[in-house]
């Protein structure tokens, strides 16, 4: 496995670099071949030039067209002559009849004789005899002479790229090329080895704050069942102790040994809960859950303590939701946040509503109009056995998971959820719940 990393960390880089070299060879003899080339064609048009302008001093000078050609010096065999009007009429060819020309007007190097007094084009087609020239085409003061230069094998010698330099040029690279294969070789061996420390040292983290974790909520249980269990066995003892007890108190005695008996299987299954969700979220079943049912459950369960609590219930859900998920641990998100309302919030109603509902998830809120919570105790509200009010929280029966439970749950169901205070007055939790996994 370590040697197919190595290779794959050694192949990205020897590509990376292999391409930039080659991208800049590629863009280097490119660049020095269009500009070798032009460079040629501009040597061969500044003779072609220098031609005309002995032609045009001839003819300006009162000799006829043949004779002004034929004092003329050519660089190149079996140049054709043709002298334009500045109209484009041809009036003079030295291969051809001119009578049977059409006009030049529009030829490119004629348009850019009248435009700027001289120009040429390396390679084009004659429609005269189908022959490809090199045509360069002066200016004079009534007339406009082009010296064409047929494309023959002395023309494209001249023309030919010198590809020696060039041929150097790839030798470098290749070398280079080489060169770098070797060294992106020892440099993904080394990339690979600091991934691997990496990967180790946050292996190591992890296992770490796993066992702080771990060992802080141990510590934290064991701590959370001392009180029960203590007053278990003080209850317990004393009714075997022999002492003489009224029926009322022994009765007491082992209603409170119930209660504190009840809050241990509470907090055994919230521990359950959590461990669950946090190690083995993979073997919890999904199905579909209508969440306006599952409310409407919770509503009834609400129905029968209310009076008792003096708080209202208020559900707002103008459509019908459905969940993929688990069924148990989203009845979970509503109960505890519904217990942890009643609890403390000594507010007058709680309010879940429906604040978007799309193909891919639904927002929820869920507040209460209570006292809320002090800004520096929200974001730890979530934490497992953290009470804002420790004394207050173990008389109202909680386990301190509730709200951790809250979390793990809305986290199973691909969501997320806040807390913030309501500005006036009451906690309020907003979550989302994703509606396939």
Known sequence: MDSRINLSYHKRLFTLLLSFIWIIVICFMTFQYVREKDVKSDNINIQLQLCNNNIIRAIEDGNSYE??????YFPFDDIRVTIIRSDGEVVYDSKYDAGSLDNHHSRPEVCSALA???GYHISRQSSSDGKRYFYSATKGEEIIVRCAVPYSASLRDVLKTDWTFLWVLIGISIIVSLAGYFSSLRLGKTIERLNQYREQENALKEEK???RIKRELTNNINHELKTPVASIQVC????LSGI???EEKRTELLERSYAHNVRLRHLLDDVSLITRLEDGSTIIEREPVVINELLDEIKEEFTSISDEEKMHLIVDFDERVVINGNQ??????????????????EGETIRIALLENNQKYCRIV???????VDETNLPRLFERFYRVDK????????????LAIVKHAVLFHGGTITASNRPDGGLRFEFTLRKSD
Do not use: Q, V
């Open 209 to 211: 704050e796993k066992s």
């Open 328 to 345: 148990s641990l989203l009845g979970s998100i509503f109960r505890n946040l519904t217990e942890n309302a009643i609890s403390y919030s």
């Open 236 to 239: 317990l003892e004393t009714l």
């Open 391 to 402: 004394g207050r929280s173990r008389s109202k029966g909680g386990t301190g998971l509730g």
């Open 67 to 72: 004779t002004g050609i034929s004092l003329c």
């Open 244 to 246: 003489s007890l009224t």
């Open 366 to 372: 869920f507040e209460d109009d209570g006292i809320g």
């Open 116 to 118: 700027t007094g001289s």
